[in-house]
């Protein structure tokens, strides 16, 4: 293992817990994350050399490094936006929004990556140019979409681009790598059941929307189980039921909100093909009336065959073979960084976040101990992709 930069950003560690601790406490949702633009762009000037352009995307920042003639140019991504989750940790810098924390680990992506551009920074170690892509609004799709359509790639070209999630039950610091398909489509829809209000002691005079909505959760479970293979890989999730709010009355509507995903775009429309057809049917049969609201379209998230071995041989050399796991298992979770690849050659990555509870838990803790082990591997992908 090549310990001598690791130990140099692991001096570093202080400043480094500083700045994630700051987002931890201040978290924003997708699409706002004003004051925590405002934030890394201001560290960013603090660590100097860096051209520093905001507002990519909303709230995005693209940080720009040339150092001497070559001609590559490698992209380096992370996410900073949070969850409109409440925090059940009792930390010292514990979130200090209610409802809002950060709880999926953005703000440790976000942190590393700030680590990788103090140290490039002082010793410039490489020939080309880096750009540090702050992307927001991952958790919503919005972000990746609305940098690029903004002209991430044509303002801040690269040659292939890379990204990294720290992920619990992975062992604590190792890397997982696989070529292709590696993250799902997620469609993220809204389905709004309207009924009729009545009391509850003359359901007859109403027409439920619960009753409908319970029903369509139980038909839409269907969609998987009796259509699609069980060698291929598909979710239709209702993670949101929200209708009511007395005992005693019949209420006018109900919102369902579900998050769908699916490895192949042949399954995907035939999956949302049939949430439309058996969310109509059973809003019929229900004589009730019904509004799909679809979210932002997903894409499937593939890494490219070349990058992926690449940078996994610059992970070996980096950390030592027993760091680097080569076959990981492909996530029904999903990432707008799949927008990325589907413009750049690259690769994303995991990184184990050890034996924690998962993103997304109200008691999710990044270990903060990986804040200079991301620094440094997005370090060695720049030092050696620009030698």
């Known amino acids: 293992m090549n310990t001598d930069v690791l130990e140099k950003i692991k001096s570093d560690k202080e400043t480094l817990t500083s700045w994630m601790d700051h987002m931890h406490q201040h978290p924003e949702l997708a699409m706002t994350e004003v004051n925590t ?3 890394i762009a201001e560290k960013l000037r603090e660590i ?8 990519i995307g909303k709230t995005g920042i693209v940080a720009s490094m040339t150092v001497g003639d070559g001609k590559r140019a490698i992209g380096l991504r992370a996410d900073f936006d949070a969850l409109p989750i409440q925090e059940d940790n009792d930390l010292p810098y514990k979130s200090t929004v209610p409802g809002k924390a950060h709880l999926c680990g953005h703000d440790g992506h976000t942190t590393m990556l700030l680590g990788a551009a103090k140290y490039l920074a002082e010793t410039k170690n490489f020939n080309g140019t880096v750009h540090l892509i702050f992307q927001p609004g991952e958790e919503t ?24 999630h720290n992920m619990p039950g992975l062992e604590l610091g190792k890397l997982y790598y696989n070529t292709g398909k590696f993250m799902a489509a997620v469609d993220n829809w809204e389905i709004e059941i309207t009924g009729k209000a009545s009391h509850g002691s003359m359901p007859e005079l109403g027409i439920d929307p619960i009753v409908c909505g319970s029903a ?20 239709v999730n209702v ?14 509507s109900a919102v369902l909100r579900l998050s769908i995903r699916n490895m192949d775009p042949d399954d995907r429309k035939m999956v949302l093909d049939k949430v439309r057809l058996i969310t109509k049917a059973q809003a ?15 894409t499937v998230l593939v890494n490219s065959e070349e990058e992926t071995y690449w940078a996994a041989k610059v992970a070996k050399e980096t950390f030592g073979e027993n760091q680097v796991i080569t076959d990981a298992h492909p996530y029904m ?10 413009k750049k050659k690259g690769n994303y990555c995991m990184i184990g976040n050890g034996d924690t509870y998962m993103i997304h838990h109200p008691k999710f803790i990044f270990n903060q101990d990986l804040l200079p082990l991301g ?7 720049v030092e050696n992709y620009l030698k």
């Open 37 to 39: 633009s405002q934030f």
């Open 48 to 55: 100097g050399s860096w051209e520093i352009a905001e507002g």
């Open 141 to 164: 799709m919005q972000g990746g979409p609305a940098m690029i359509e903004d002209g991430l790639f044509d303002k801040f070209p690269v040659d292939a681009v890379f990204g990294m």
């Open 216 to 235: 369509l959760v139980m038909a839409l479970q269907t969609i998987v189980a009796r259509n699609l293979s069980p060698w291929h890989n598909s979710v």
């Open 239 to 252: 993670g949101s039921f929200q209708s009511g709010i007395a005992g005693n009355a019949v209420p006018q």
């Open 284 to 298: 019929e049969a229900f004589n009730c009336k019904v509004e799909i609201r679809e979210g932002i379209p997903g």
């Open 333 to 342: 979770g999903s990432e707008d960084f799949a927008f990325m690849l589907e």
């Open 375 to 381: 620094a440094r591997y997005w370090v060695a992908l």
